[in-house]
T-cell receptor, first 113, second 115 residues
């Protein structure tokens, strides 16, 4: 079974600064997908960024980028120029080749003004 | 329309009640999911439907009964629940379970309280 580990239960960042959230996973598959989802107090899970395992290039979406290290099974999220609206619970997720998604325990991000 | 709509948003039910949660999407997605999320925990996969057929049941107790009447609708029928079943129930959909290069869209969830 695949497991996803987020070792930082809580993180804090100053507004406009950069923060990195860590995620590691364990799998024997070669074809899989990795995601970062954000869950604000409104409860809805919102996709932040996605990475296909077969792609070597790290995904970027505006202020969000990932550092994908396939051999190390590491998938960290970097948030640049942090904004107050970035405050939320962030979940790292692994999706296997048949589309079943598993989540890490989550990291609660606080943004200080 | 990239919405997954869940109703009701909140539900309080007694242990002898029968109730249903509803999930609807009109994106043409053929995979739909139920997740259970306890407070301060990640979502846990319960059921997966692919092309209206149940593909995965993650050893969920029989007091939870999923139903997929058509490709746009997913229900979760609840009967004889326990207080520990109180949680946020999230529905999600994706284009096709066997084409994993797509994201899952989530609804806002139903906050269930069993009294």
């Amino acid at each position: 079974a695949q497991t996803v580990t987020q070792s930082q239960p809580e993180m804090s960042v100053q507004e406009a600064e950069t923060v990195t959230l860590s995620c590691t996973y364990d799998t024997s598959e070669s074809d899989y997908y990795l995601f970062w989802y954000k869950q604000p107090p409104s409860r809805q899970m919102i996709l932040v960024i996605r990475q296909e395992a077969y792609k070597q290039q790290n995904a970027t979406e505006n202020r969000f980028s990932v550092n994908f290290q396939k051999a190390a099974k590491s998938f960290s999220l970097k948030i640049s120029d942090s904004q107050l609206g970035d405050a939320a619970m962030y979940f790292c997720a692994y999706m296997d080749g048949v589309g079943d998604m598993r989540f890490g325990a989550g990291t609660r991000l606080t943004v200080k003004p | 329309d990239t919405e997954v709509t869940q109703t009701p948003k909140h539900l309080v039910m007694g242990m002898t009640n029968k109730k249903s949660l509803k999930c609807e999407q009109h994106m043409g997605h053929r995979a739909m999911y139920w997740y259970k999320q306890k407070a301060k925990k990640p979502p846990e996969l319960m059921f997966v439907y692919s092309y209206e057929k149940l593909s995965i049941n993650e050893s969920v107790p029989s007091r939870f009964s999923p139903e997929c009447p058509n490709s746009s609708l997913l229900n979760l029928h609840l009967h004889a629940l326990q207080p520990e079943d109180s949680a946020l129930y999230l529905c999600a959909s994706s284009q096709d379970r066997y084409r994993a290069n797509t994201e899952a869209f989530f609804g806002q969830g139903t906050r269930l309280t069993v009294v």
